[in-house]
T-cell receptor, first 114, second 111 residues
């Protein structure tokens, strides 16, 4: 099992550029989520999905889009990057069907927007 | 909304015991989780308390008091590798599928 994988590990964007952060998991988890982590702050939920075709907004969804076409993949899209989106992004998955509380996190994507 | 408060930083010596506190305010409550994150790494799950009392997992224990909206993580026999940030987390009381994290406590273990 690779667990939760994320690509790229690092990315530098210019203001206004778009990009997609990739996230995949091979544990057949129904629940997947995206967080951002800024210095001195905890993880803040951006978007989450409880299964293929179902997504919803988290605490800080503005400027981000998601889709969930398969159980395995949950990409995060930045349509027009802004410096305020400079952060570390973590994807996570949970076996929500069994009531499991453990969230398994990917290694993160470090994004710098100039 | 939900809010969680933790101390920003704690320092302890190798071999000692340290307690990291977390107080929470939620509209509803399912349980309190703890995560560890080393610098540059990803958060990893440590423990979960849904009921009052102490849960022990090796050198780490976690405690919950639902009536006090309070929990703590207890680390015993501290090792240098325990230097990391520790986060408490809860589910949204109004939306089970949303999670909220505290801002984290940075633990510095000194020799």
């Amino acid at each position: 099992n690779a667990g939760v994988t994320q690509t790229p590990k690092f990315q530098v964007l210019k203001t206004g550029q778009s990009m997609t952060l990739q996230c995949a998991q091979d544990m057949n988890h129904e629940y997947m989520s995206w967080y951002r982590q800024d210095p001195g702050m905890g993880l803040r939920l951006i978007h989450y999905s409880v299964g293929a075709g179902i997504t919803d907004q988290g605490e800080v969804p503005n400027g981000y889009n998601v889709s969930r076409s398969t159980t395995e993949d949950f990409p995060l899209r930045l349509l027009s990057a802004a410096p305020s989106q400079t952060s570390v992004y973590f994807c996570a998955s949970t076996d929500g069907a069994s009531g499991e509380e453990t969230q398994y996190f990917g290694p993160g994507t470090r994004l710098l927007v100039l | 909304g939900q809010s969680l408060e933790q101390p920003s930083e704690v320092t302890a010596v190798e071999g000692a015991i340290v307690q990291i506190n977390c107080t929470y305010q939620t509209s509803g409550f399912y349980g309190l989780s703890w995560y560890q994150q080393h610098d540059g790494g990803a958060p990893t799950f440590l423990s979960y308390n849904a009921l009052d009392g102490l849960e022990e997992t090796g050198r780490f224990s976690s405690f919950l008091s639902r009536s006090d909206s309070y929990g703590y993580l207890l680390l015993q026999e501290l090792q240098m590798k325990d230097s990391a940030s520790y986060f408490c987390a809860v589910r949204d009381g109004d939306n089970f599928n949303k999670f909220y994290f505290g801002s984290g406590t940075k633990l510095n273990v000194k020799p």
